[in-house]
């Protein structure tokens, strides 16, 4: 059977027909979404999973992966398996500490028409956004906070601030989570920075030594305060209750001498001479033939008579 020249060409134009549809036929897999290009104007309507049929050359399909999750370094990159820090990856605190900080930005896809074509370059615009919200975010933070207990709350901080700038950009990309690899100072003034941790360590040492110092010494002190306190007042009593006592003796004598004024003075005279007789010395001067001779005479001291008052 022989084949003609017409025959032939009708052959190669279906065989190219046939190539140009193969070449046609796209596939969504079941991850990913696709924006249609036609003539380089974007088509609304994304590409769901499944086969899809778009002429080649006139429209053209780009695939991104959208339940995929991506991780974005920020302040460093990685080569042969190791975090290199850049340069430029050093930023204030608020109390004017230089710290280097990295991140490690995962993310989502969440519209792939603004991710491929509302903007340019969206994963610079990503970085540039995260470096953005970490400089305004430490701006606002203490050193202390962002190297102990408040790296959590700063890097939600961090995340939303980032997904607002770049919901503000109309990126297209969800912000899934942040993690700190490092905040730490950069080495040329980690030799000071260790210091001032040192006197900060030192500083809270000496702080609780004088707290517990002071709680030894305050109760303690507290406790001779009430000793000397309610030694004065039991003292206070007592020369209270003898001055009264004083006072009541007096008032009775006072009455028994407004009774008998004569008897009352001649008594007391006598009292006190007895009082003080015991304690006279006497000396007796007696002429002699050898000349004159003192001798000394001791009174013995007289008993106290029953019922008299003591001196």
């Given at each position: 059977?022989?084949?003609?020249p ?31 290009l ?18 080649r ?29 850049l ?72 995340r ?14 969800h912000?899934v989570?942040?993690?700190?690899r ?10 000071a ?13 000496l ?11 305050v ?14 007042a ?20 006072r ?35 050898g ?13 106290k ?5 003591p001196?």
């Amino acid at each position: 059977m022989r084949t003609g020249p017409g025959h032939v060409a009708r052959l190669l134009v279906l065989l190219a027909f046939a190539g140009w549809c193969a070449a046609s036929t796209y596939t969504v897999r079941p991850s990913e979404l696709a924006v249609v290009l036609r003539f380089g104007t974007p088509v609304p309507e994304l590409l769901r999973p499944g086969l899809h049929f778009c002429p080649r050359g006139v429209e053209r399909v780009v695939r991104v992966e959208a339940t995929r999750t991506f991780t974005m370094a920020v302040g460093f990159e990685v080569r042969e398996g190791k975090e290199i820090p850049l340069e430029d990856t050093l930023w204030l605190t608020g109390d004017t500490n230089v710290l280097s900080v990295r991140v490690a930005l995962q993310y989502q896809v969440s519209d792939p028409f603004r991710y491929l074509i509302g903007t340019a370059e969206s994963p610079e615009i990503l970085r540039r956004a995260t470096e953005t919200a970490i400089t305004e975010c430490l701006a606002s933070a203490a050193v202390d906070d962002v190297l102990t207990t408040g790296r959590a709350a700063l890097l939600e901080r961090v995340r939303k601030r980032t997904q607002s700038l770049l919901d503000a950009y109309g990126a297209g990309v969800h912000v899934v989570s942040l993690a700190l690899r490092s905040a730490e100072p950069p080495p040329a003034v980690i030799a000071a920075f260790q210091d001032v941790q040192d006197a900060r360590s030192d500083r809270e040492k000496l702080v609780n030594q004088a707290r517990g110092y002071a709680n030894e010494v305050v109760p303690r002190a507290r406790g001779d305060a009430e000793t000397l306190t309610s030694g004065a007042a039991g003292e206070r009593n007592r020369r209270v209750e003898a001055a009264r006592g004083d006072a009541d003796r007096f008032a009775a004598v006072r009455s028994e001498a407004s009774r008998a004024p004569e008897l009352f003075r001649q008594r007391v005279y006598l009292e006190t001479l007895d009082r003080l007789m015991p304690r006279m010395r006497v000396y007796v001067i007696e002429p002699g033939e050898g000349g004159t001779r003192l001798r000394l005479v001791q009174r013995a001291p007289a008993k106290k008579a029953a019922g008299t008052a003591p001196p």
